[in-house]
């Protein structure tokens, strides 16, 4: 099957798969996380059919919600050799499925190629931002977290364990836990670049909630 004919099927079969989705992960995350792995591509390089497949494919299996971490290439693969990708494009398709997430403060990036870090990147950008915000505190409605609660302090040391399993924390430590984190973790120049205005945004944007959380009337 020609490269393109392989795309469109993959996208229809992620669009399905994701529709209803209020978690942060619905079709549309991929579909931006898709259109910016493209738009850093052009000035990064890297194979761009491996980077399509690996944006559009990189969330199909969550592992936060699925103990296998490798959860997500074991879905990919059947359907990636089904439509007749090469072995190669797999293998490097599914290292970045298995990798591409944020699993802790403190846990090492174990993505490795360039096709990796970008869609990485952009992934990651999707989580700042105005976006960001808003998935964020979505997720947080999802699992019941407060979204916000002086008591509890922001736990930057994580392992991956406990990451997983820091439902008592709140949306706003969030911010401090992961988001804020991210612009220094970024592995492309380009990607460090569209991150700016959208830190600045969060940082902001906490300033306010801080402002107005301590009932600071402003003139
Ligand atoms: P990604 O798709 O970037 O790998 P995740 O799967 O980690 O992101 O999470 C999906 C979205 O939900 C992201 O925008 C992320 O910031 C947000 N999110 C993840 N964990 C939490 C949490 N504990 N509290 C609030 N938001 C979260
Ligand atoms: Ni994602």
Redesign the pocket.
């Known amino acids: 099957m020609q490269k393109g004919k392989i795309i469109k099927e993959v996208q229809s079969y992620i669009k399905k798969e994701f529709g209803g989705d209020s978690?942060?992960?619905d079709w549309w995350?991929i579909f931006r996380v898709w259109k910016m792995a493209k738009e850093i591509a052009k000035k990064e390089g890297g194979d761009l059919f491996v980077i399509e497949l690996g944006a559009l494919l990189h969330?199909i299996a969550?592992w936060?919600f699925n103990d296998d971490e490798k959860a997500g290439s074991k879905k990919a693969k059947p359907l990636l050799e089904k439509l007749g990708v090469d072995q190669e494009t797999v293998k490097h398709v599914c290292g970045i499925i298995d990798n591409?997430?944020?699993k802790g403060a403190n846990v090492e990036n174990g993505i490795k190629t360039l096709e990796g870090k970008v869609v990485q990147d952009a992934?990651?950008l999707?989580?700042m931002g105005a976006i960001?915000l808003a998935?964020?505190f979505a997720?947080?409605a999802k699992?019941n977290?407060e979204l916000y609660n002086p008591k509890i302090k922001p736990m930057l040391n994580r392992s991956l364990k406990n990451y997983k399993k820091?439902y008592f924390?709140t949306?706003i430590n969030?911010f401090y836990e992961?988001?804020l984190l991210i612009k220094d973790r970024l592995n492309t120049k380009t990607a460090k670049k569209i991150a700016q205005p959208r830190h600045k945004f969060l940082e902001n944007y906490l300033d306010e909630f801080f402002k107005e959380w301590n009932v600071e009337i402003r003139k």
Request: charged share 35%; no cysteine.
């Open positions: 978690t942060g992960h995350h969330d969550d936060k591409v997430s944020f992934d990651r999707d989580a960001g998935r964020a997720y947080g699992a977290r820091a924390s949306t969030h992961k988001l």
